[in-house]
């Protein structure tokens, strides 16, 4: 699985060192990731020369583009200047504000072009636009009044409202999503190679967790 839709971070990311191939009536092309999930050549961390760290959406990405006929491979080849491509489609620039900070500037640079979409980056950074457009994914956004903003993701601001609905009604509420990223649930070997849904190596990380996180289980005295 080449994306991932709910990084606990980014919202949207991809899976590292992964293929998808993205087929339409307009083209036909491989989209391969690095080890850290970029849309790029595999970069090292330090480097003595200048290098520019590139943000953005799927303009920035590439969609429907060989590498090689992208603009930041364009401007690599031309200028010799490396351009490191951490663009991701369907992303606002909080998307990539958070992609600069928790993975980006870790990758010595001395310029960071940023890459504005007027034509839906707004909408993207609008909680309730940006839920309409994708409500299947998790999704980070500010909320609230300069500069007193607060990093919010969606569905997980519904999932704490869930949450306290099941605790008002007396039921039981298990949110496994951060056992899972602990257990690293959100590696490629826990789907189907095609599909979102966990295979069996996926079945069995969720029953361990839910082994330890149901209440009822504290009174089985010996698990097989």
Known sequence: MYYTHDHPVFGLWRNPNTVKRHFTKSFDVLYESNSYGARDMERDRKSDQPRVIVLGDSFTEGHGLHPEDRITNLLEDRSRIPDLNFGIADSGTTEQLLVYRHLARDFDHA???????????????????GVKRSPERVRPFFVGEYPDYELVYYPESKVRELGALARELGFTYINILSDLHEAGGYLEKHYHAYDIHWNAEGNELVADILLRRLPYMSQVTSLP
């Open 111 to 129: 310029y960071v072009m940023l890459n504005f979409c007027s034509f839906n980056d707004f909408l993207d950074n609008d909680y309730i636009e």
